[in-house]
C-alpha cells in the first residue's frame, strides 16, 4: 500500500523554514471559495482545485487559500472573495475554474480587479 | 448563464457533510470509507467533534426544509445524502448527542444501478484540509487488499509550523492523494 512519503515533508518543512527568514512578513493576499451545499452543488469544488492548482504554478508563500461556509447569496454561487492586504475585498460570483484562474493570475498576482467577474466590493452579509 | 454540477458523486456529498461538521464547530473529522467485496457493500462514516444535536433534532436534519442556518431556510446536505444511499439500496443513520459530535453512516449497495459513483475523492480532501487546515482530517480508506490512511495530524508534526496551505504542501497532498486512491482502485 501507498504509505506518505514523510521525508518528503521534511525537505520541504527545511526549504520554507530558510525561505521565510530572508522574507519578513506575512500573508499579503487571501483567497477564500465559499463552500456550502448551495456552492458544491453549483461547482465550488472545482473552483477550489483550480485555485490549488495556479498557487502551486505560482509558487506564492504570501499568498493563502481558504474555504468558508454559505453566506446566504446561494444564487450567485459559486462565489470567491479575494482580499488583498490594504485593499477593499472583492467578492466574485458565479465563478467557474476558468475565471478562477484568470482571477488569480490578473488579480491576485498583478493587482488587476477583475470587474466582469466581480458581484462587489467588501464582505458584508448577512449573518 | 449558470452552470448546474450534479451532486451524482459521493465524493461531492462528503464534502458537503463534512461542510456539515466544520459548521457545528468540529476540530477533528474523521471519514471513513470501507469497502466490503463478498458482500458488496459500500460504507461512507463521517464522525466530528462538533456540537453534536439532540434526538429531536436528528429527526430533522433530513427534512429538506429543516436548516439551523439563517442565511437561507432549506438545508438540502444531509436530505440529499440519504437520498442518495436509498437510492442505491442502502441505508442512512446518524448518531449523535448534545455536546458528543455526530457520526453520519451511509451504506450502498456497490453494484446498485443507482449507485453513484465515488468520484474526484482527492479533490473533497484537498478541499477540506487545505481549505480548513485550522482543522484536523483523518481520511481512512478500508478495501479488502488494504487500507490507505491519512491523518493531518501526523503531516502537521513533520511540517513544523509550515502550513498545509503552502504551495509545495498542496503539491505534496495532491500527488500522494492521487497515488494512493489510484492505487485502491476505483470505487
Keep these: ?127 | 448563464m449558470q452552470q448546474v454540477v450534479d451532486v451524482d458523486e459521493l465524493s461531492l456529498h462528503i464534502l458537503d457533510i463534512a461542510e456539515n461538521a466544520l459548521a457545528a464547530g468540529a476540530k477533528v473529522i474523521e471519514i471513513v470509507l470501507t469497502l466490503s467485496r463478498p458482500v458488496g457493500r459500500l460504507i461512507i462514516d463521517i464522525i466530528d467533534d462538533g456540537r453534536g444535536m439532540d434526538a429531536e433534532t436528528q429527526n430533522r436534519v433530513t427534512d429538506p426544509f429543516y436548516t439551523t442556518r439563517t442565511t437561507r431556510r432549506v438545508g438540502l446536505g444531509l436530505a440529499l445524502f440519504k437520498q442518495a444511499a436509498e437510492a442505491a439500496g442502502g441505508s442512512f443513520r446518524i448518531q449523535s448527542n448534545p455536546g458528543r459530535g455526530a457520526r453520519v453512516t451511509a451504506e450502498f449497495e456497490l453494484g446498485h444501478w443507482d449507485r453513484a459513483p465515488l468520484g474526484n475523492m482527492a479533490g473533497t480532501l484537498l478541499t477540506l484540509m487545505v481549505g480548513r487546515s485550522d482543522v484536523d482530517f483523518i481520511y481512512r480508506q478500508v478495501v479488502p487488499e488494504g487500507e490507505f490512511v491519512l491523518d493531518t495530524r501526523m503531516v502537521k508534526e513533520e511540517l513544523g509550523g509550515v502550513p498545509l496551505a503552502d504551495p509545495d504542501v498542496i503539491l505534496f497532498l495532491k500527488e500522494n492523494l492521487s497515488a494512493a486512491l489510484a492505487e485502491l482502485g476505483p470505487i
Design chain 1, 1 to 127: 500500500m501507498t504509505k506518505l512519503k514523510l521525508d518528503d515533508l521534511k525537505k520541504i518543512r527545511d526549504r520554507v523554514h530558510n525561505e521565510t527568514m530572508l522574507r519578513e512578513g506575512g500573508a499579503t493576499a487571501k483567497v477564500t471559495v465559499h463552500m456550502g451545499t448551495c456552492g458544491i452543488a453549483s461547482g465550488a469544488r472545482q473552483v477550489m482545485e483550480a485555485l490549488m492548482e495556479e498557487l502551486t504554478l505560482a509558487g506564492r508563500r504570501d499568498v493563502t487559500v481558504t474555504t468558508s461556509g454559505c453566506i446566504g447569496l446561494c444564487s450567485e454561487e459559486p462565489l470567491v472573495t479575494v482580499e488583498i492586504l490594504g485593499q477593499e475585498a472583492i467578492r466574485y460570483h458565479f465563478m467557474d475554474k476558468n475565471k478562477m484562474r484568470q482571477v488569480f493570475r490578473r488579480h491576485v498576482l498583478e493587482g488587476e480587479i477583475q470587474t466582469d467577474f466581480a458581484l462587489g466590493k467588501g464582505t458584508e452579509h448577512k449573518e
